[in-house]
Protein backbone atom coordinates (compact mmCIF):
# COMPACT_ATOMS: atom_id res chain seq x y z
CA UNK A 1 0.00 0.00 0.00
CA UNK A 2 3.17 2.41 0.09
CA UNK A 3 2.53 3.21 3.72
CA UNK A 4 5.87 1.88 4.89
CA UNK A 5 7.34 5.36 5.81
CA UNK A 6 3.94 6.06 7.84
CA UNK A 7 4.38 2.93 9.77
CA UNK A 8 7.85 3.51 10.88
CA UNK A 9 6.83 6.74 12.21
CA UNK A 10 4.13 5.44 13.80
CA UNK A 11 6.04 2.74 15.33
CA UNK A 12 6.03 4.24 18.70
CA UNK A 13 2.64 5.57 19.25
CA UNK A 14 -0.06 4.55 21.19
CA UNK A 15 -2.64 3.21 19.17
CA UNK A 16 -5.70 4.38 20.60
CA UNK A 17 -7.28 1.61 21.63
CA UNK A 18 -7.61 0.14 25.67
CA UNK A 19 -5.78 -2.97 25.27
CA UNK A 20 -2.69 -1.36 23.39
CA UNK A 21 -0.46 -2.44 26.14
CA UNK A 22 -1.36 -6.49 24.24
CA UNK A 23 -0.24 -5.43 21.00
CA UNK A 24 3.51 -6.50 19.68
CA UNK A 25 5.54 -4.11 19.51
CA UNK A 26 6.59 -4.72 16.33
CA UNK A 27 3.23 -4.25 15.05
CA UNK A 28 2.33 -1.05 17.10
CA UNK A 29 3.29 1.02 13.56
CA UNK A 30 1.11 -1.61 11.59
CA UNK A 31 -1.87 -1.30 14.16
CA UNK A 32 -2.34 2.39 13.91
CA UNK A 33 -1.52 2.76 10.02
CA UNK A 34 -4.08 0.42 9.44
CA UNK A 35 -6.64 1.72 11.87
CA UNK A 36 -6.64 5.66 11.35
CA UNK A 37 -4.75 6.03 7.77
CA UNK A 38 -4.78 2.84 5.53
CA UNK A 39 -8.76 2.86 3.44
CA UNK A 40 -10.44 0.24 2.02
CA UNK A 41 -12.01 0.82 -1.39
CA UNK A 42 -15.19 2.17 0.11
CA UNK A 43 -13.14 4.55 2.22
CA UNK A 44 -13.32 3.09 5.07
CA UNK A 45 -9.83 2.13 7.87
CA UNK A 46 -8.84 -1.35 6.91
CA UNK A 47 -9.09 -2.18 10.79
CA UNK A 48 -11.36 -0.50 13.04
CA UNK A 49 -10.89 -3.05 16.48
CA UNK A 50 -14.09 -4.32 18.27
CA UNK A 51 -16.20 -3.05 20.41
CA UNK A 52 -15.44 -1.01 23.89
CA UNK A 53 -12.32 0.09 21.62
CA UNK A 54 -10.39 -2.67 22.17
CA UNK A 55 -8.34 -4.38 19.79
CA UNK A 56 -7.94 -8.07 20.92
CA UNK A 57 -4.30 -8.88 19.28
CA UNK A 58 -4.23 -11.93 20.89
CA UNK A 59 -7.65 -13.55 19.52
CA UNK A 60 -7.61 -15.67 16.84
CA UNK A 61 -9.27 -14.25 13.54
CA UNK A 62 -12.53 -15.16 11.94
CA UNK A 63 -12.45 -16.62 8.59
CA UNK A 64 -14.09 -13.46 7.87
CA UNK A 65 -12.44 -11.24 9.42
CA UNK A 66 -9.36 -12.81 7.97
CA UNK A 67 -10.90 -12.24 4.38
CA UNK A 68 -11.33 -8.33 4.58
CA UNK A 69 -7.76 -7.81 6.04
CA UNK A 70 -6.44 -9.71 2.81
Not at 23 to 30: Q, R, S
Not at 44 to 67: C, H, I, Q, W
Amino acid sequence: MGLEDLVKRAGNKDAGFLDYQNIPTWAIGYVNVASTVAKTSRGKTVMKGYPSNLFLPLKSLRPDEAALIV
